[in-house]
């Protein structure tokens, strides 16, 4: 399977925060989230980005928007 856009969106988010550019990949996070709501690697990194600033309420309600099993890699 090809990655839907969302999740080429969420890898270039991961890649930005790997370079330190927090702010940068939070937008971006939030992007892949706005036009693939199903692209739960953006929930996942943006909830990491939430949780460090200390909204683990935010950070909790992403994170309970991922399905069960969705970021399984077999």
């Not at 460090?52 to 991922?66: K, S, T």
Request: aromatic share 2%; charged share 30%.
């Amino acid at each position: 399977l090809l990655p839907s856009e969302g999740e080429e969106i969420a890898a270039e988010a991961n890649r930005l925060l790997a370079e330190g550019k927090t702010a940068e990949a939070e937008q971006t996070f939030r992007h892949a989230i706005e036009i693939d709501p199903r692209a739960d690697a953006a929930r996942l990194g943006l909830s990491s980005i939430l949780a460090q600033r200390g909204d683990v309420d935010g950070a909790l309600a992403l994170l309970d928007a991922i399905g069960p099993g969705s970021l399984r890699q077999d």
